[in-house]
């Protein structure tokens, strides 16, 4: 963790990405939506003049919306850009929330659905009827995880729908930089798109909403 402003390894690493590897400050108007917002991240995203910007989480204070991301107050297609670092593995119902987080990307968005994988395991650990903290903590590595993913994390988000690609993007800083910012050089960062043309949840001949929230 850094001393000043706190943020760990992966923020770090998925800043370097938003700005150097990707168009989002560059590109025109972005609705971006950020889930389980890291307050690091948060402050600088929410000051970028060309980003709309939405924060969500079921408990943390201060977000912009309250919500469960199984059950995401979106509207179909109306979201150009997803950050969800670390989130998933605290979902017990998982493949119900990249669903929904396909939902309301638009074709042609994308998704940065980051999650902690153990490369040495082949399949994700999951056992729901686990829930007691202790036990979570034994089997999960964290009191608040409900599974441990593994390889095949890449597969449960292609299986509800997205194009998955592990961006090895940390090898291609030099390694001053990685020293320097103190990313871990073995984290791909999975990169979900949703191909222009596909309209998930929208019935044919209909069109999304323009707004941007679902009525409550």
Same mark, same amino acid.
């Given at each position: 963790?850094?001393?000043?402003?706190?943020?760990?390894?992966?923020?770090?690493?998925?800043? &370097?990405?938003?700005?150097?590897?990707?168009?989002?400050?560059?590109? /025109?108007?972005? %609705? #971006? @939506?950020?889930? $389980?917002?890291?307050?690091?991240?948060?402050?600088?995203?929410?000051?970028?003049?060309?980003?709309?910007?939405?924060?969500?989480?079921?408990?943390?204070?201060?977000?912009?919306?309250?919500?469960?991301?199984?059950?995401?107050?979106?509207?179909?297609?109306?979201?150009?850009?997803?950050?969800?670092?670390?989130? &998933?593995?605290?979902?017990?119902?998982?493949?119900?929330?990249?669903? /929904?987080?396909? %939902? #309301? @990307?638009?074709? $042609?968005?994308?998704?940065?659905?980051?999650?902690?994988?153990?490369?040495?395991?082949?399949?994700?650990?999951?056992?729901?009827?686990?829930?007691?903290?202790?036990?979570?903590?034994?089997?999960?590595?964290?009191?608040?995880?409900?599974?441990?993913?593994?390889?095949?994390?890449?597969?449960?988000?292609?299986?509800?729908?997205?194009?998955?690609?592990?961006?090895?993007?940390?090898?291609?800083?030099?390694?001053? @930089?990685?020293?320097?910012?103190?990313?871990?050089?073995?984290?791909?960062?999975?990169?979900?798109?949703?191909?222009?043309?596909?309209?998930?949840?929208?019935?044919?001949?209909?069109?999304?909403?323009?707004?941007?929230?679902?009525?409550?």
């Amino acid at each position: 963790m850094c001393p000043k402003c706190r943020s760990l390894e992966r923020h770090r690493l998925l800043w &370097l990405y938003l700005t150097r590897a990707t168009d989002l400050f560059s590109s /025109g108007y972005r %609705r #971006v @939506l950020h889930i $389980g917002p890291e307050p690091v991240l948060e402050q600088r995203l929410r000051s970028a003049p060309n980003v709309y910007y939405v924060s969500i989480d079921l408990h943390a204070p201060g977000v912009m919306c309250r919500a469960d991301i199984t059950r995401l107050p979106f509207h179909d297609n109306s979201l150009d850009v997803i950050i969800c670092y670390h989130v &998933l593995e605290h979902v017990m119902d998982d493949r119900r929330a990249m669903k /929904g987080l396909l %939902r #309301v @990307l638009k074709p $042609g968005g994308w998704a940065l659905l980051q999650s902690p994988v153990d490369l040495e395991r082949e399949a994700t650990y999951e056992d729901l009827t686990v829930d007691t903290p202790h036990e979570r903590e034994r089997l999960f590595g964290q009191s608040d995880h409900v599974r441990v993913y593994g390889r095949d994390y890449k597969d449960r988000l292609e299986a509800v729908g997205f194009h998955v690609k592990l961006d090895d993007y940390v090898k291609t800083l030099p390694a001053k @930089l990685v020293r320097t910012f103190g990313v871990r050089s073995s984290e791909q960062i999975y990169v979900c798109t949703k191909a222009a043309g596909e309209r998930e949840g929208v019935a044919a001949g209909t069109q999304p909403s323009t707004r941007l929230w679902s009525k409550r």
